[in-house]
């Protein structure tokens, strides 16, 4: 568990700007027992099994697998969509991933399955098709979770 150095930064940086616009530091009120945003790394908890529902009320947490990434192919200057996608996979072997490229005659393309993909999106895009595939893969992954005992992201104020 770790407590948000952000939100501690922030409070900090109010109280110096304080006192460099004149306020005097006898002035400024003593904060006991501030309360802290805890942050939960999800990789970690998943090594001791605890039940995401039973953090703290305003938790965060953080190293969420990814659900789906779109990735393309061509990337200039860059390692490219199908490497950057294998990356991804050695970290959170279960993302689904949508391969995007405009040149048809890629082998990933046609054959996306093979290298690990769930789907592919041509260029030029149809706005509609978009939201079709990237739905349709997701309630596909969400049945796959429940399906292996998954659905173990709760609802409320956790969040990535």
């Known amino acids: 568990m770790l407590t948000s150095g952000h939100d501690q930064g922030r409070i900090a940086t109010s109280i110096a700007l304080d006192v460099m616009n004149g306020t005097n530091t006898s002035d400024i009120p003593v904060m ?3 309360e802290n945003r805890y942050v939960f790394d999800y990789r970690e908890l998943q090594r001791f099994g605890p039940d995401l529902s039973s953090l ?3 938790s965060r947490l953080v190293n969420l697998p990814y659900d789906l990434v779109i990735v393309d192919l ?9 490497a950057a996608f294998q990356q ?3 970290v959170e072997p279960e ?3 949508i391969v995007s490229s405009g040149y048809s005659t890629d082998p990933v ?5 093979s290298y690990g993909f769930s789907g592919v999106i041509r260029k030029p895009y149809r706005l509609e098709d978009i939201p079709r595939i990237v739905g349709k893969l ?3 992954r969400r049945k796959r ?11 409320g104020n956790l969040q990535d």
Do not use: C, H, S
């Open 145 to 155: 979770q429940i399906g292996e005992g998954g659905g173990q992201y709760p609802d």
């Open 56 to 58: 703290p009320a305003g």
């Open 109 to 113: 393309n046609a054959e996306y399955r």
């Open 138 to 140: 997701l309630k596909e």
């Open 95 to 97: 993302v689904t991933g």
């Open 74 to 82: 061509t990337i200039p200057g860059g390692m490219g969509g199908l």
């Open 32 to 34: 006991m027992g501030a």
């Open 88 to 90: 991804m996979r050695e």
